[in-house]
């Protein structure tokens, strides 16, 4: 096919007519046609198609109509393997966009008159590409029968790899069946890997067949990267990460012993990659630290496995000695790393180690105030580190500003240092009295300081206590040192001056200085008047920050003076504003939750409470803020349990969900309700499948003790 004939009627076409991600698709023409002639700005247009057609993995209305239009540019032979590829993405894509479900699949799918030919073009690489985006449409009719004839045919491996995948994607019975053939030594690694995910995708038993193949395929990053499929990008992982799937104790027992015989190979790279998929198996399976753990301590000098080490815990004790024995070498990066783990897996064994050298482990410095990853109790105070926290802060004084820069960190790297040193302090407490003096001193430059010198003087004597007050009055022009000056004194007028001064600064202020005088209650009255006026303003309440500042305020004033004439109608338009709209589900959720706060005097927004039920990821609000608010002759207690029990399983408000399970208590679940919770209580998935990489698995653990809590109620 001419280019010409390919892009035929380009212009013509009713562009504007059909969206992108970006809107009206009016630039589309002159991206393909930029693409299709392939100058120098044909890599750019490929890329902005890209993004605009299938953006981030999402597809539009216009990503229908370039369907045609790129199936022919491949079909002439100009930039074909890319085309292929971007159509192949077009296909494969089940995120659409204002669609109608599978349209455009359907329009790949149309274009396979010109796309099958192509399976057999004399060029390699075009070859694999169109097996990879046939397989895509999933066609059973016209392209399953085309892959299936070529992959008899096929000599290349990995393109004969790809097609065992396409097969696959339309018919996986007998893609597995082909697949039994082609798992012994004797197959090419990409086809023997092929077969591996055809068997796995078909849901066949895991066999020795099974093991024996991917064991000889290791280090098999390079082998799955010849091909297309981005499953198989890393494929010990995603091999292991299927089986734990299937949920079975022998597909458990089979995907963990896989990795224990990776992880004690004699090759660094396959010990490299079994990590990698080590630690996904840990955020996967409860069990699987116990197991692996063993064959894990011993790469500990590894960075990954130091990592995953600590993301584990307490629970990787075993690995203590080899960590702390790593944590006391000269090179800085190593040791930091190493004594980082240490610091989440062994805290006592870890604190000495950090105070002898604080200044050059700021990895194990972070990870002992919690920034990096949320310990499973604070950091244990020992004289020696507090001496040498009490040093280092002190050299970053005001007054010590060559103390900052012999530490050679950047601005940020110094702020992120007194940040993690503060806050260490603060978890000690009363233990760091002594540390008041640099405390005080750094409070100019960094407030937060303001809420360890609170965390420090409390419950000491006169003398400390008035230290603490005369530093924080200096510096309580700023809301956060106000909070500590009155936590510490019960000085209010300092506090109303500085969250009157934070109202007047946008969404933000407002929401930070109405949570300050919510929590003064009665004794913020003098406010009342600014707090209504900054409620009052005509500003975009379309924005997710103004309705959080909306709801902050409406909240305070009923702290402030107990009249709901005010907050209900403000309350009832955050939900109304936050109907249907996905941006503003955790608003509504934060609503829901804060309105217990009004007990029975939140009864009118009962039925906007219930409308939130049907919602997993603000049901568990909704269930909290019902049980405060509505009558509790009306309460279907078992629809609250359903719809809180729902949210767990489908992991839409983990947290929230614990929540609302306490509060409606055991008591209430059916038998039926009651072996679900056990199931998400006891089981080998975990809960926590996303969210910060360093906490997932703390997390879980958390979450599994705040549900087998429930069950322990039911005795």
């Known amino acids: 096919m001419e280019l010409a004939t390919a892009l035929a009627g380009l212009d013509a076409h009713p562009w504007s007519t059909v969206d992108h991600a970006y809107g009206p698709a009016e630039d589309l023409p002159g991206l393909l046609r930029a693409f ?21 993995g999402t597809v539009y209305p216009a990503s229908v109509d370039a369907a045609a239009y790129l199936a022919r540019i491949a079909a002439s032979g100009r930039q074909t393997v890319d085309a292929l590829r971007l159509l192949g993405c ?21 274009q396979l008159p010109l796309l099958i030919p192509l399976l057999t073009d004399e060029d390699t690489a075009v070859r694999q590409a169109a097996g990879w985006t046939v397989g895509h449409t999933r066609d059973t009719r016209t392209a399953l029968p085309a892959v299936r004839t070529r992959l008899a ?11 065992l995948t396409a097969y696959g994607r339309s018919d996986r019975a007998g893609a597995a069946a082909e697949a039994r053939a082609l798992l012994g030594p004797d197959a090419p690694a990409p086809l023997r890997l092929a077969a591996v995910f055809a068997a796995l995708n078909a849901e066949e038993p895991w066999l020795a067949a099974h093991r024996d193949a991917v064991l000889g395929l290791l280090p098999a990053r390079e082998t799955a990267r010849s091909g297309y499929a981005d499953e198989h990008q890393e494929p010990l992982r995603a091999i292991v990460g299927i089986l734990l799937e299937r949920d079975t104790d022998a597909d458990r027992a089979s995907a963990l012993a896989l990795l224990d015989a990776a992880l004690r190979d004699e090759r660094p790279e396959v010990r490299a990659e079994a990590l990698w998929a080590a630690d996904h198996a840990c955020t996967l399976s409860r069990g699987a630290p116990q197991r692996l753990i063993p064959a894990i301590a011993p790469l500990a000098a590894g960075r990954t496995a130091a990592q995953l080490l600590g993301k584990i815990g307490p629970a990787a004790a075993e690995a203590a000695p080899v960590l702390a024995e790593l944590a006391a070498q000269p090179d800085d990066e190593a040791a930091d790393h190493a004594l980082a783990a240490l610091v989440l897996v062994a805290p006592h064994t870890a604190a000495p180690l950090l105070a002898r050298a604080l200044g050059r482990r700021p990895r194990a410095m972070q990870c002992a105030a919690g920034f990096q990853a949320p310990a499973h109790a604070p950091f244990p105070f020992d004289p020696e580190l507090f001496a040498a926290v009490r040093a280092r802060l002190a050299a970053q004084a005001p007054e010590h500003p060559e103390g900052r820069k012999d530490c050679g960190c950047s601005t940020t790297r110094a702020d992120n240092d007194t940040a993690a040193l503060v806050h260490l302090l603060r978890l000690w407490g009363p233990r760091a009295v002594e540390a008041l003096p640099e405390l005080c001193a750094v409070l100019p430059r960094f407030h937060y300081a303001a809420t360890a010198i609170t965390a420090v003087a409390a419950g000491t004597g006169p003398v400390e206590r008035e230290q603490a007050a005369t530093a924080l009055r200096a510096g309580a022009r700023k809301l956060l040192v106000a909070q500590a000056l009155h936590e510490l004194t019960g000085e209010v007028g300092p506090l109303l001056a500085a969250a009157e001064a934070a109202l007047a600064t946008g969404a933000r202020g407002a929401v930070e ?19 209504r006026t900054a409620l009052g303003r005509t500003t975009d309440r379309d924005t997710t920050p103004e309705v959080d500042a909306d709801l902050a305020l409406a909240l305070a004033l009923w702290r402030i003076n107990g009249e709901t004439a005010e907050v209900v109608p403000v309350l009832a338009s955050v939900f109304d504003t936050s109907q249907g709209r996905q941006w503003f589900h955790w608003t509504s959720a934060r609503a829901a939750r804060e309105i217990a706060l009004l007990g029975p005097a939140g009864r009118p927004l009962t039925g906007r409470l219930q409308a939130l039920l049907d919602d ?46 306490q509060a409606l208590g055991a008591a209430v ?33 958390q979450l599994r003790a705040a549900l087998a809590s429930v069950l322990d109620q039911a005795g």
């Open 513 to 531: 200085a109405a949570r300050a005088l919510a929590d003064l209650g009665p004794a913020a009255a003098p406010l009342a008047p600014a707090l």
């Open 669 to 701: 679940l059916t038998p039926q309700q009651h072996d679900r919770l056990a199931a998400l209580a006891t089981g080998d998935r975990r809960l926590v499948v996303s969210g910060s990489d360093h906490s997932m698995i703390r997390e879980d653990e």
């Open 90 to 110: 077009l296909a494969e894509s089940e995120d659409e966009y204002d669609v109608e479900p599978g349209a455009v699949r359907a329009a790949v799918t149309a």
């Open 616 to 661: 997993p990821a603000q049901a568990p609000s909704a269930v909290l803020g019902l049980l405060a608010v509505a009558d509790p002759a009306g309460l279907d207690r078992a629809r609250l349990a359903e719809a809180a029990l729902h949210s767990a399983e489908t992991r839409a408000d983990l947290k929230g969900a614990c929540d609302a399970l």
């Open 36 to 56: 299709a002639e392939g100058g120098e700005d044909a890599e750019e247009a490929l890329e902005e198609l890209y993004g605009s057609i299938v953006h981030q």
């Open 153 to 163: 045919a096929e000599t290349d491996p990995a393109v004969r790899a790809e097609l």
